[in-house]
């Protein structure tokens, strides 16, 4: 499964859009691309997945630019309680190859009022 | 979405003996459901895989024998850790497979052995 790094922490302020960047140098040909969210003392939420350039959806979009080595996951006009820790994920459908998700650091983005 | 519970949601226990988690997939059928650990401020680590009436596989270092997993039935899988001691304490984590693809999440159980 292809590594990925990402920020440790971001902040924001409500309202702003904010962007997450994650590399990932070693993805494979049949990789998908895979960002969750986790609250504290909560089990993570899928938010967005995509293979190739845009996606769109309800709470976020995803972009991924043409040599897929690196995704950037988009949050509109953010929230208070959009203060989590946002994980990206790389392998096969759903983050892992055979549905085995492996998380890396996540980043903890922090919105203040 | 789908939902996955987990319960006990917390669990004191004292240093020696067994704690069993149960999680449940409630309104789906999960062949395939798999356990994490967390600690704090630390990234979710997958322990084992666990599928409906064969045995776990279990990831390098977790050991077998003290985490024991149970997949009876479509609906439930059980972790017990046997002779809990502090370092246990830990946020444990099931997710279930829905279909071929789709995992979710159950809400967490806070271990906390003295």
């Known amino acids: 499964l292809a590594k990925t790094t990402q920020p440790i922490s971001m902040d924001s302020y409500e309202g702003q859009e904010v962007n997450i960047t994650c590399s990932h140098n070693?993805?494979?040909?049949?990789?998908?691309i895979t960002w969750y969210q986790q609250f504290p003392s909560q089990g993570p939420r899928f938010i967005i997945q995509?293979?190739?350039t845009k996606v769109t959806n309800e709470v976020a979009s995803l972009f991924i630019p043409a040599d897929r080595k690196s995704s950037t996951l988009s949050l509109p006009r953010v929230s208070l309680s959009d203060t989590a820790v946002y994980y990206c994920?790389?392998?096969?459908?759903?983050?892992?190859?055979?549905?085995?998700?492996?998380f890396g650091t996540g980043t903890l983005l922090a919105v203040q009022p | 979405g789908a939902v996955v519970s987990q319960h006990p949601s917390r669990v004191i226990c004292k240093s020696g003996t067994s704690v069993k988690i149960e999680c449940r997939s409630l309104?789906?059928?999960?062949?395939?459901m798999f356990w994490y650990r967390q600690f704090p401020k630390q990234s979710l680590m997958l322990m084992a895989t666990?599928?409906?009436?064969?045995?776990?596989?279990?990831e390098q270092g977790v050991e077998k024998d003290k985490f024991l997993i149970n997949h009876a039935s479509l609906t439930l899988s059980t972790l017990t850790v046997t002779s809990a001691h502090p370092e246990d304490s830990s946020f444990y984590i099931c997710?279930?497979?829905?279909?071929?693809?789709?995992?979710?999440f159950g809400p967490g159980t806070r271990l906390t052995v003295l």
């Open positions: 997710s279930a497979r829905l279909g071929a693809s789709e995992q979710f």
């Open positions: 995509g293979y190739k």
């Open positions: 666990s599928n409906e009436g064969s045995k776990a596989t279990y």
């Open positions: 309104d789906f059928q999960a062949t395939t």
């Open positions: 070693n993805i494979a040909t049949n990789d998908y």
């Open positions: 994920l790389v392998g096969g459908n759903y983050g892992g190859a055979t549905n085995k998700l492996i």
